[in-house]
């Protein structure tokens, strides 16, 4: 077929042009697979460390509470055996014959009530920096919790892209063929515009392929 390009080059480079753009469109399908497996991976650990860290807040938050309970408990029992010490001064003052509201006797009783409420104070505040401790540490893993939660809601945002780039690929690759197609027509009825098609179908930014007579 003398001046122009035989209709089976016409053919073969519009089928290697289809499949240039079949395979590109298979190779984004693997990224998008892979990256749905990777997603599912990510969302799966966040999710195991969003639970975790719940767990860890409910038993920080129990842990506090049961500090608060501890000092309470410890304070009234505390109370409870500087009242029967106090009773056990005054009963001993008494006895020994002195004035209980005079003199030395009210100053040791007074000193002896205030180490006591001294001493009910310092268990409540030994408990609230304790409970304070464990509070902090919930406070730490409802943050861990919510940072894990956002890393699953972000885990695999890119597929979106991927799918985009696998359809643009696919409807390429299908744009193509069938472009090619129809110039398959039109060249092997009129061999003078092979030219013209190959260097339109191949042509590759600044480098398409010339064809000389």
């Known amino acids: 077929m003398s001046g122009g390009v035989s209709?089976?080059?016409?053919?073969?480079?519009?089928?290697?042009?289809?499949?240039?753009?079949?395979?590109?469109?298979?190779?984004?399908?693997?990224?998008?697979?892979?990256?749905?497996?990777?997603?599912?991976?990510?969302k799966q650990s966040a999710q195991y460390q969003a639970d975790m860290a719940a767990q860890q807040q409910a038993v920080e938050e129990g842990l506090a509470k049961n500090e608060i309970a501890k000092g309470i408990a410890d304070r009234e029992r505390q109370q409870r055996d500087a009242a029967r010490k106090m009773a056990d001064m005054r009963a001993a003052m008494g006895m020994s014959g002195f004035e209980m509201d005079t003199g030395t006797n009210v100053s040791l009783l007074s000193e002896s009530a205030s180490e006591h409420q001294y001493d009910s104070q310092t268990i409540m505040s030994n408990a609230a920096q304790a409970a304070y401790s464990h509070q902090v540490g919930a406070w730490s893993a409802g943050q861990n919790q919510s940072l894990a939660l956002y890393q699953k809601d972000q885990a695999g945002n890119d597929g979106g892209a991927l799918g985009v780039g696998l359809a643009g690929s696919l409807l390429g690759g299908m744009a193509t063929g069938i472009g090619a197609y129809n110039k398959l027509s039109s060249v092997t009825t009129n061999p003078t515009n092979t030219n013209d098609f190959l260097a339109k179908t191949i042509n590759t930014g600044n480098t398409a392929l010339k064809v000389f007579r």
């Open 7 to 42: 209709a089976t080059t016409v053919v073969t480079t519009a089928i290697t042009v289809a499949m240039t753009a079949a395979s590109t469109a298979i190779g984004f399908y693997a990224q998008k697979m892979a990256a749905d497996q990777q997603a599912k991976a990510q």
